[in-house]
């Protein structure tokens, strides 16, 4: 008589997780709504605080990041991000500020304060000590005419018009709306210095990221007896043997001048064959995207992982400085190679 109870249960969690579902993508709305409403505000003030920190690095000052609260969260993050683009930078506990942590501060630097209110008491406390220092203060707020914005150089406004919060208590839209305003501070102030791959790459040497940065194409591809190469005059079976051997799920085609005149791969064969059970016997060049992608040898490996991402295709095909193919990358080897 119990046999009845389980999926009752069962239908009941399904239904309250659709709920909750819906519940949170009604958050997810909210933020990006409100995301919106900072970006329509954005105007010169923001140019004006790239500006400012642009200056303070090239005469090799640094950044100096202050917040409190959940705004000192944000702050944290804000100073990793520019630390991680080369943009040097610091956060000053403002707790500990006037008990000799101010002793980060020096002239030249910049400051990005962060207060939702702009009336946070530990900041503007803080604040008439700071500008006993000849830096400029960027100030990150929800609030035109506060204090922080009076007290700042340059002010770049994040107001909300409600929290995504149901109480609209907790800050939520308003730290999310502060977190992507330093996100587009860091990223327009990395243009601006014309940051590159390789300068980024000498802040990541760990992890998958620092591997993609720091290798090449031609440290990743498959070559020798890894690499299918045939001729157009090949059959399909040719094809699927030089695969087979070669371990791979794709063959170069290449022509008598040594140059590319395709490629080849068991998805261009699993199509065709729905359409044509007997074409083992018939040339490859019928079946081969004559126009696959490619990438020179010397090309770093995130190039390749940007590059499979963007066309969603499974393999590259690599080619030397006469372009000539020499090499083959599939997207599985990315994970092998910890680069992904």
Request: proline share 3%; net charge negative; glycine share 8%.
């Amino acid at each position: 008589m119990n046999f009845q109870h389980g999926p009752r249960l069962v239908k009941a969690t399904r239904v309250k997780q659709v709920n909750y579902v819906d519940r949170g993508r009604r958050i997810f709305n909210m933020e990006i709504e409100e995301l919106q409403r900072v970006s329509a505000s954005l105007n010169g003030f923001f140019a004006d605080a790239v500006e400012l920190l642009k200056e303070c690095l090239e005469n090799k000052g640094k950044i100096v990041v202050v917040g409190i609260g959940k705004s000192g969260n944000i702050g944290h993050k804000i100073a990793a991000t520019l630390n991680s683009t080369g943009s040097t930078s610091v956060v000053l506990n403002s707790q500990n500020a006037l008990h000799g942590d101010l002793g980060i501060l020096s002239d030249g630097d910049a400051v990005i304060a962060l207060s939702y209110s702009g009336e946070t008491a530990e900041l503007l406390d803080l604040l008439p000590f700071i500008r006993r220092f000849d830096v400029k203060v960027i100030g990150i707020t929800g609030k035109a005419e506060s204090t922080l914005e009076q007290h700042s150089d340059a002010t770049l406004l994040t107001e909300i018009s409600r929290e995504a919060c149901p109480l609209n208590l907790a800050p939520t839209s308003s730290s999310t709306a502060m977190l992507v305003m330093g996100d587009a501070l860091a990223m327009v102030l990395l243009e601006s210095r014309g940051f590159t791959e390789e300068d980024f790459s000498k802040f990541h040497p760990g992890g998958s990221l620092g591997r993609a940065l720091l290798t090449t194409v031609d440290d990743i591809m498959r070559s020798g007896d890894a690499l299918a190469v045939i001729r157009p005059a090949h059959t399909v079976q040719d094809a699927l043997t030089a695969m087979s051997r070669a371990r791979s799920g794709a063959c170069i085609v290449v022509a008598a001048d040594g140059t590319m005149a395709g490629i080849f791969t068991h998805g261009d064969f699993a199509r065709s064959f729905q359409e044509n059970q007997a074409i083992g016997n018939l040339p490859v060049s019928k079946f081969m995207t004559t126009n696959p992608i490619t990438l020179r040898s010397d090309s770093l490996a995130v190039e390749a992982i940007t590059t499979i991402g963007t066309h969603r295709v499974d393999d590259i095909v690599v080619l030397d400085q006469n372009n000539h193919p020499v090499g083959l990358i599939d997207t599985q080897d990315f994970a092998r190679l910890k680069l992904i």
